[in-house]
């Protein structure tokens, strides 16, 4: 119940300007957020690299009406690339995209046109972008983007949501040789009419794609932070003949640090999803209600403990 309460209000304009006035501790946003900056952002890639992860950044902000807005994000992830090329991360440094973010709800030919422009500024650094995937009303226009961007950029990715009721047959599709596929389960508030209820059904939903995409002759990126889905990931790989090469994880900047490393430690690919910029609102409203821990810790900051 109280996660379906915070990502409403996770849409909410008038929750937004409330939460957003609260004089929040800086180690608040400090624990999901890298910064604000192209240069804290690049700090925090540098301290991940350290510690042998990968990443995938993301630029905060979501749905866009306005053009110039969105060509302004554009050249947000562009020049964030360009910062990030003397790294010399090469595919273990990827851009993550919200086409809502440029321009997707006002035409797809211009979200199309400025994720072409990411994605060529991400294989100048030889790596590549994976395409966040939104609310269900999205999904077809996404994939529809996807298929013309692998034309050109076969190794762009693409998160898909294993709560809705198409995933599997998505995954299906998707599973195919060089296919990098993000699984998730899912942050948006979705209707019973699309999506699975509650964490059984959403769970078993997510490792009946989980096995699909296992099976499959693409690169699955499992993005999960439950020990018991690692467990099932390493089953299925073993099953399927997988070699740690042959997937990866993916855990979100700030949450089970430990578990990232030893599983680096053990010779796996892990990727942090790390967000930056000042728009993180939504984005820290739904991390909230993933995990009931978060809002714990959000509580105690705001007392000042």
Same mark, same amino acid.
């Not at 999904?139 to 298929?147: A, H, N, Q």
């Not at 993180?280 to 978060?294: H, K, S, T, V």
């Given at each position: 119940?109280?996660?379906?309460?915070?990502?409403?209000?996770?849409?909410?304009?008038?929750?937004?300007?409330?939460?957003?006035?609260?004089?929040?501790?800086?180690?608040?946003?400090?624990?999901?957020?890298?910064?604000?900056?192209?240069?804290?952002?690049?700090?925090?890639?540098?301290? &991940?690299? $350290? #510690?042998?992860?990968?990443?995938?950044?993301?630029?905060? +902000? *979501?749905?866009?009406?306005?053009? %110039? =807005?969105?060509?302004?994000?554009?050249?947000?992830?562009?020049? &964030?690339? $360009? #910062?990030?090329?003397?790294?010399?991360?090469?595919?273990? +440094? *990827?851009?993550?995209?919200?086409? %809502? =973010?440029?321009?997707?709800?006002?035409?797809?030919?211009?979200? &199309?046109?400025? #994720?072409?422009?990411?994605?060529?500024?991400?294989?100048?650094?030889?790596?590549?972008?994976?395409?966040?995937?939104?609310?269900?009303?999205?999904?077809?226009?996404?994939?529809?983007?996807?298929?013309?961007?692998?034309?050109?950029?076969?190794?762009?990715?693409?998160?898909?949501?294993?709560?809705?009721?198409?995933?599997?047959?998505?995954?299906?599709?998707?599973?195919?040789?060089?296919?990098?596929?993000?699984?998730?389960?899912?942050?948006?508030?979705?209707?019973?009419?699309?999506?699975?209820?509650?964490?059984?059904?959403?769970?078993?939903?997510?490792?009946?794609?989980?096995?699909?995409?296992?099976?499959?002759?693409?690169?699955?990126?499992?993005?999960?932070?439950?020990?018991?889905?690692?467990?099932?990931?390493?089953?299925?790989?073993?099953?399927?003949?997988?070699?740690?090469?042959?997937?990866?994880?993916?855990?979100?900047?700030?949450?089970?640090?430990?578990?990232?490393?030893?599983?680096?430690?053990?010779?796996?690919?892990?990727?942090?999803?790390?967000?930056?910029?000042?728009?993180?609102?939504?984005?820290?409203?739904?991390?909230?209600?993933?995990?009931?821990?978060?809002?714990?810790?959000?509580?105690?900051?705001?007392?000042?403990?």
């Amino acid at each position: 119940m109280l996660g379906q309460v915070l990502l409403a209000a996770s849409r909410s304009n008038l929750v937004r300007r409330s939460v957003s006035g609260l004089p929040l501790t800086r180690k608040v946003v400090d624990r999901f957020v890298a910064g604000e900056s192209v240069e804290e952002a690049r700090a925090a890639i540098e301290r &991940l690299r $350290d #510690a042998h992860l990968a990443v995938t950044v993301d630029h905060l +902000g *979501e749905e866009t009406r306005d053009a %110039s =807005a969105a060509a302004a994000v554009a050249k947000a992830y562009v020049t &964030l690339l $360009d #910062a990030l090329r003397p790294l010399g991360l090469g595919r273990g +440094g *990827e851009a993550s995209v919200k086409l %809502s =973010a440029l321009g997707q709800r006002l035409d797809d030919s211009l979200a &199309l046109d400025h #994720a072409r422009a990411i994605c060529a500024a991400a294989d100048a650094n030889g790596s590549t972008v994976t395409l966040d995937m939104e609310d269900h009303t999205t999904v077809d226009s996404t994939l529809g983007i996807l298929r013309k961007l692998r034309e050109d950029f076969p190794a762009t990715g693409v998160a898909i949501q294993a709560y809705l009721f198409r995933s599997e047959d998505d995954c299906r599709e998707l599973a195919t040789e060089g296919s990098r596929v993000r699984l998730v389960k899912g942050a948006y508030r979705e209707p019973a009419t699309v999506a699975h209820q509650g964490k059984t059904a959403v769970d078993k939903a997510y490792v009946r794609c989980l096995r699909i995409l296992m099976e499959g002759k693409g690169y699955p990126m499992v993005a999960t932070h439950d020990d018991r889905m690692i467990s099932i990931t390493e089953l299925l790989a073993d099953r399927f003949g997988r070699s740690t090469g042959d997937y990866e994880y993916q855990m979100l900047y700030g949450i089970r640090t430990d578990r990232q490393e030893a599983l680096a430690g053990a010779g796996h690919t892990v990727r942090v999803y790390v967000p930056y910029g000042d728009d993180w609102y939504g984005y820290f409203m739904r991390r909230l209600a993933e995990r009931p821990a978060n809002v714990a810790f959000f509580l105690r900051a705001l007392g000042g403990k």
